[in-house]
């Protein structure tokens, strides 16, 4: 027969053994974790990729274009004492009157470059260059309005800045307190749709015009300075048959 400490069930065994857990493994290891794969790594998270890497985002599509910029023309005065918002003297004086509209120069300017515009100023008198680059910096794009009327001028100013194509413009003055960035916007993404962009006055002017395309001869002959040119510039865009989309008025000083 067998020796007693062999065989059957009833050999002897090392204390602390059970009769039937752990056989063919150390002890410490549970009987059915981590079977076939390294300890710390999760059952089904993290396979096929290593570990602290995370899953690539997906492709995206090519760069929409950037909207063109606005393209402003705004019309401005050097702001010398007795040249600028005479209107408004003997109320003020000279002095203070230059001094309120080279305020609202700069402000006008401020406004436009909030809409993040092309930037023309278009000024008068011509020797006045110098007065202006030490009020607006020398970068800014300065343009000596051409002599006539306001009309001819304004036609003129837009024709230098589109160098003969055909673009939109919007034409802006620089006394309008109520002019806002929101507003230019406006008659930019307006221009899109209609020809011409009208901004009226209180006062029966015009604070913003606005071309799609050229229109010689549209601001030709019209009573400037009158407080009927906003009537004058309606009926002209009427009689050629010219749609046209207007702006919520604005009081200009």
């Known amino acids: ?29 549970p009987a059915d974790a981590g079977k076939g794969r390294k300890p710390g790594k999760p059952g089904s998270a993290g ?4 570990p602290g890497r995370p899953a690539r985002p997906p492709a995206r599509g090519p760069a929409r274009p950037r909207p063109p910029r606005p393209e402003v023309a705004i019309f401005a005065r050097v702001p010398l004492p007795g040249a600028v918002k005479t ?9 203070e ?21 092309r930037l023309t100023i278009a000024f008068t008198p011509a020797t006045g260059r110098r007065q202006l680059e030490r009020l607006l910096g020398p970068r ?3 343009l000596i309005q051409p002599p006539g009327d306001l009309g001819e001028r304004i036609e003129a100013v837009v024709g230098q800045i589109r160098r003969g194509k055909a673009g939109r ?16 916007g406006e008659a930019w993404g307006a221009l899109e749709s209609a020809p011409v962009v009208l901004g009226p006055a209180a006062d029966g002017g015009l604070y ?12 030709r002959d019209i009573p400037w300075s009158t407080g009927r040119e906003l009537d004058a510039v309606r009926s002209r865009l009427v009689e050629r048959g010219i749609a046209f989309h207007e702006l919520a008025p604005e009081r200009d000083l």
Not at 87 to 95: E, G, M, N, S, V
């Open 97 to 117: 009157a230059a001094d309120l509209y080279r305020a609202l120069l700069v402000d006008t300017i401020e406004v436009a470059e909030g809409a993040d515009a």
């Open 47 to 50: 396979r096929g990729r290593k």
């Open 208 to 219: 913003l015009i606005g071309f799609a395309r050229p229109a010689e001869g549209l601001l």
């Open 140 to 142: 800014r794009h300065l």
């Open 1 to 29: 027969g067998r020796g007693g400490g062999k065989g059957g069930g009833g050999g002897k065994r090392g204390p602390g053994k059970p009769r039937d857990g752990g056989r063919g493994r150390k002890p410490g290891k």
């Open 169 to 184: 413009v919007v034409v802006a003055g620089s006394d309008c307190p109520g002019l806002t960035a929101a507003r230019i």
């Open 87 to 95: 209107r408004l003297t003997p109320a003020l004086r000279a002095d």
